[in-house]
């Protein structure tokens, strides 16, 4: 059949089993000791962990893998976490998400500053910029929590098209495109993976490096990625695309 066919049309179905859908997040609890000049440990402290709304964090969660950060508090150690610049009309919704997850914030220049121990150690596994990722656990809940998720990476970091497309001299169509942008292969990779999980279908284009020059200044500027999610019952397969491949892991009938 492979040999007879330049191209295949295949059906989206998503049938993957997942876990129960969770209602709370648990941020655990972090001790850190108490040490005096003398390099001699006094004291531990323990910084109680909470918990929250499976909702509220996945929004969090998609506004921190989009333009969020852990750094250190005074103490050295992890403790702060920003969300970078938002327009006026972004940070209310902003606020109402810290507000309901009950921690201490600050906003200030266009940023939210977040201060809390438990949830900067939380977040910091997840990486920087350009090693961010969906770590397994989130990419192995429920259909809700991960819909949630890709909103809000969308919201932030996304852009929204419109275009007339027609594949292999069929009709015309119209076709919405929603596209991510990041600098982070595995974050692209992940995010993929979970709009097919969603029953969704998405596609990766790799931005070279190249040069620039920005006010007489000039540099090389790195890889980034567009996820371009699109709304199709089907999806096109090139003959020449179609390898086989010996794959021992878990495969997502797409």
């Known amino acids: 059949i492979v040999k007879k066919y330049k191209n295949f049309t295949i059906p989206l179905t998503t049938d993957t089993v997942f876990e129960e859908e969770t209602e709370n997040i648990t941020v655990p609890s972090v001790v850190r000791e108490i040490i005096n000049r003398g390099g001699k440990t006094t004291r531990t402290l323990t910084l109680g962990g909470f918990s929250i709304p499976s909702k509220v964090f996945m929004a969090f969660l998609g506004i921190y893998l989009s333009d969020g950060y852990v750094t250190k508090n005074r103490?050295?150690?992890?403790?702060?976490?920003?969300?970078?610049?938002?327009?006026?009309?972004?940070?209310?919704?902003?606020?109402?998400?810290?507000?309901?997850?009950?921690?201490?914030?600050?906003?200030?220049?266009?940023?939210?500053?977040?201060?809390?121990?438990?949830?900067?150690?939380?977040?910091?596994?997840?990486?920087?910029?350009?090693?961010?990722?969906?770590?397994?656990?989130?990419?192995?809940?429920?259909?809700?929590?991960?819909?949630?998720?890709?909103?809000?990476?969308?919201?932030?970091?996304?852009?929204?098209?419109?275009?007339?497309?027609?594949v292999f001299g069929a009709k015309e169509k119209t076709q919405v495109r929603k596209t991510f942008y990041t600098v982070s292969p595995k974050l692209a990779d992940d995010l993929q993976e979970i709009i097919l999980k969603t029953g969704g279908y998405a596609t990766i284009y790799t931005n070279p490096e190249k040069i620039y020059t920005i006010r007489g200044k000039s540099g090389i500027s790195k890889k980034s990625y567009n996820v371009h999610v699109l709304k199709s019952k089907t999806t096109n397969i090139l003959r020449k695309n179609i390898t086989i491949e010996d794959f021992t892991r878990m495969v997502y009938d797409v």
């Open 75 to 166: 103490n050295g150690n992890a403790g702060i976490i920003g969300l970078c610049k938002y327009k006026p009309k972004k940070v209310k919704l902003i606020r109402r998400i810290l507000e309901s997850m009950g921690v201490r914030y600050k906003y200030a220049g266009g940023s939210f500053i977040i201060h809390s121990v438990p949830l900067a150690e939380f977040l910091k596994p997840i990486g920087n910029v350009y090693d961010k990722h969906i770590p397994l656990w989130v990419k192995n809940l429920g259909r809700k929590n991960l819909k949630v998720l890709i909103h809000y990476l969308l919201l932030c970091d996304g852009h929204i098209s419109i275009r007339k497309t027609s």
